[in-house]
């Protein structure tokens, strides 16, 4: 069983930057694919990054390429989202997922593929 843990939320400016961190309680992590989504208000909740086991491959929303980046410590058990030029469409609960991966292959996106997911840490963008 993996726990996460995500932090680093919080109330932001339009044009501002966050960084999100997910911590994770197992040693295992260095095998899991790790992915961010996130639910606004009234939607259901989306696909934003997601990152391969050795952090070789990376995979991005159209919404957030060029914006948002996704990378992972695996010494540390942990994965970040760089989250830059923040927009008030970005506001939302930001969770973290782990989907367990034997082999070094492209993340999914699809959340039914991950098995394990964090809390959730809400982000508010100010326009």
């Known amino acids: 069983q993996v726990q996460l843990t995500e932090s680093g939320g919080g109330l932001v400016q339009a044009g501002g930057s966050l960084r999100l961190s997910c911590a994770a309680s197992e040693r295992t992590f260095s095998n899991c694919a790790m992915a961010w989504f996130r639910q606004a208000p009234q939607q259901e909740r989306a696909f934003v990054a997601a990152i391969s086991r050795n952090g070789r491959i990376t995979s991005y929303a159209d919404s957030v390429k060029g914006q948002f980046t996704i990378s992972r410590d695996n010494a540390k058990s942990t994965v970040y989202l760089q989250m830059n030029s923040l927009k008030p469409e970005d506001t939302a609960v930001y969770y973290c997922?782990?989907?367990?991966?034997?082999?070094?292959?492209?993340?999914?996106?699809?959340?039914?593929?991950?098995?394990?997911w964090g809390q959730g840490t809400q982000v508010t963008v100010s326009s």
């Open positions: 997922a782990a989907d367990t991966q034997w082999v070094e292959r492209p993340p999914s996106r699809v959340q039914s593929e991950y098995d394990y």
